[in-house]
């Protein structure tokens, strides 16, 4: 069952993904040559903390962290860890939150220092694929519309859709029904209706869509070791399509 929220759970709803934006955008700030992702995630547990939330990953099935940081082929679910960024990186930021009974959930993929145009190239797609998956949430329309928006720019675009993880709907809970492909059929699956609550977030890779996770147990890499981008969002389904509740502060 998909379940359509009251005005006061997406209230609450919108509190803790306003949190996750606001801490997701200081972290990108803070991404340069010499940051490690281990640096990253201890701001992003104390920013958590103090605004009285809860990292929603750290514990998640054993996940050891509040953040997950996935850094050039790496695909999600990296783990944080000492070693800096340097200049050419892609680093994805992944991060959810529960305060007062409620998730958040958002991701982003930064360059750090100065990376190449096929770089660029890969995260403004991914970018754009997430904005087109955002277009087709609207009242009637149905689950695979989501993800065929996706494919189609991705694909299009010559970069290929990570098929082994999906999104899902979000609330009292961090994975809900539905699951979120980011390919699939116009016309089929569950039809989207106004207060369901969806975490939408393309995976792409710049090569072949094949991943492999490593013996962490976590870590999804491209088999072909090309470079992979992450976006995410949590949006509400409303009367006119969309309200995305992660959407960052302008400029950050
Ligand atoms: N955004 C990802 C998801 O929704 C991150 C989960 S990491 C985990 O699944 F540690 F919680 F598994
Ligand atoms: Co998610």
Redesign the pocket.
């Known amino acids: 069952m998909i379940v359509c929220r009251s005005a006061e759970e997406i209230d609450k709803l919108a509190r803790v993904n306003a949190l996750v934006a606001q801490v997701l955008a200081e972290l990108m700030r803070v991404v340069e040559p010499g940051v490690s992702t281990l640096d990253l995630d201890q701001l992003a547990e104390r920013r958590l903390r103090e605004a009285g939330a809860l990292p ?2 750290k514990g ?2 054993g ?1 050891p962290a509040t953040i ?1 940081a996935s850094v050039n082929e790496q695909v ?2 990296g783990i944080p860890n000492a070693r800096l960024l340097t200049s050419g990186d892609i680093v994805s930021v ?1 991060m ?1 939150a529960k305060l007062d009974g409620f998730f958040g ?1 958002s ?1 982003v993929t930064v360059p750090v220092g100065i990376v190449t145009a096929q770089a660029q190239r890969l995260l403004d797609v991914t970018s754009a694929s997430l904005d087109r998956a955002l277009s087709a949430v609207t009242p009637g329309n149905r689950v695979q519309d989501i993800g065929a928006a996706v494919q189609q720019h991705v694909e299009a675009q010559g970069f290929s859709v990570v098929r082994e993880f999906v999104g ?1 709907g979000i609330g009292t809970a ?2 809900e029904e539905p699951q979120i492909p980011n390919y699939g059929t116009p016309g089929r699956g569950a039809r989207l209706a106004e207060g369901m609550v969806l ?1 939408i ?1 393309p995976m792409v890779n710049a090569g072949k869509p094949a991943v492999k996770v490593l013996s962490d147990g976590w870590t999804a890499v491209t088999k072909d070791g090309s470079l992979s981008a992450h976006f ?1 969002h949590t949006v509400v389904v409303t009367a006119e399509g969309c309200r995305i509740l992660t959407l960052r502060p302008a400029g950050a």
């Open positions: 929603a990953f998640y099935h996940y997950c999600v679910h992944d959810g959930d991701a899902h961090l994975h975490a977030e995410e």
